[in-house]
């Protein structure tokens, strides 16, 4: 997914609250339940991404910082 810019996100926050304004108190209510069952996923996927990298970390250890700057350099060298 691509991370919106402010001024992006504005535009759609203000569309949204033009159409939450006119929008029916059942309607309202059903944006609620998927907004707060989406924010639940989101930190359930994220706790399960903590646990991964945690596990990871146990089983191969860490890495150190220059390892980690070499493995970036090494990406932009693919890239370009």
């Given at each position: ?32 339940m ?44 693919d890239?370009?």
């Open positions: 997914m691509k991370i919106k810019t402010d001024s992006e996100r504005k535009e759609i926050i203000d569309a949204i609250n033009v159409m939450l304004n006119q929008a029916y108190d059942s309607t309202l209510d059903e944006i609620l998927i907004l707060k069952k989406n924010e639940d996923e989101e930190y359930e996927s994220d706790i399960k991404a903590y646990d991964k990298g945690k596990e990871d970390i146990q089983k191969n250890g860490t890495l150190s910082w220059e390892e980690v700057k070499q493995d970036i350099q090494d990406m932009k060298k890239v370009a």
